[in-house]
C-alpha cells in the first residue's frame, strides 16, 4: 500500500526544532512514500492571547523549496499548514491558504474559545481538579467543532479526540455522552466531500479512535488522512502498523493524500 504521513511538523512550529530534511530522512527509514508538512498556525497562544491573523509563508516555503530538490523520488512531500482555531477569524484564514503550492489544511481546536477565555485546551485541562472541569472542556470543544464545520478554512479534522489527550484519565471521559453532536459534526464534514484524520499522538493514541472511526464509517465517511504528528524525528510514522489494522478492522477501505486541497484516494 502507498503509506503517508499527513501530519508533523518542523522547525517552522514554535514546539518543534526537527528539520524538514530531518523529518523526511526519518520517513525514508520508516517505508513512508509520502509526507505532507503541516507546520502550526495558531490564532490564539496558551493563554489566550490573540495571534497574527496572517499568515507568513517565507521560512515554511523556502524550507519546503529547498528540501523537495534534495530527496530522492521514492519520497513525495507535500506543503500543508495546521489551522489552530480558525473560527475566530475565517475569512483572514481563507485569505492566507490562497497559496498555489499549498496542498492540504488541517483544522485543528487547541484553544478553548473566546468565550471560555481561550486558553490552551493543554493548558485547561492539566488544571481540572474535578471531573465536571473535563466535562466543562469537552462541551466547549463541542462548540467549537460545530462552529468550525461551517467555515472553510481546512480540508480535514484534526484530532477530533484532542482533549482527552489532556483530561486527567482517572475521571475516565471518552467522547460517547456527545455522541450525536459528534455524528452531526461528521455528517456536515462528509455532505461538504470534506474529512477527518486518525492522528497517533507520536504513537500514543490508537485504540481510543476505534469507535470515532466506526462512527464515521457508518456515517458514509470515507475521506480519512493518517498522521503522526511528530515534533521529532523519532516520531514519524509512529504506530502506523498498529493504526493502519484498526482502519482496516472497522471497514475504512482508503488513505488520502492531497493535490491542491483535493483528496487522492489510496486503497488499503
Known sequence: MYLSDYHFHTICSSDSTATLLEQAEA???AGVQE?????????LDQQGNRLPTVYDWSAPLEQYRAVRS????????????????????????????????LDFAIGSLHSQSAAAGGRGIFTAARACVRREDGVAIIDDYMDMLEELVRTDGFDVLGHVIYPLRYIPPEYGLDLHPWWDRLAEVLRTVI??????EMN?????????????????????????TLGSDAHQS??????FPQALELIRCVGLRYLCVYRRRTPLFCKL
Do not use: F, K
Open 191 to 196: 455532505r461538504q466531500g470534506r474529512g477527518i
Open 35 to 43: 509526507l505532507c508538512v503541516t507546520d502550526h498556525w495558531n490564532l
Open 234 to 239: 523519532r516520531s514519524i510514522a509512529a504506530a
Open 70 to 101: 534534495r530527496l530522492p523520488e521514492e519520497l513525495e512531500v507535500r506543503l500543508g499548514i495546521e489551522v489552530g482555531n480558525g473560527v475566530l477569524d475565517p475569512a483572514a484564514v481563507d485569505a492566507s491558504l490562497e497559496l498555489p503550492e
Open 27 to 29: 520517513a525514508l527509514a
Open 200 to 224: 497517533t499522538s507520536a504513537g500514543t493514541t490508537v485504540e481510543q479512535w476505534r469507535d470515532v472511526l466506526a462512527l464515521y464509517r457508518d456515517l458514509g465517511g470515507e475521506v480519512l
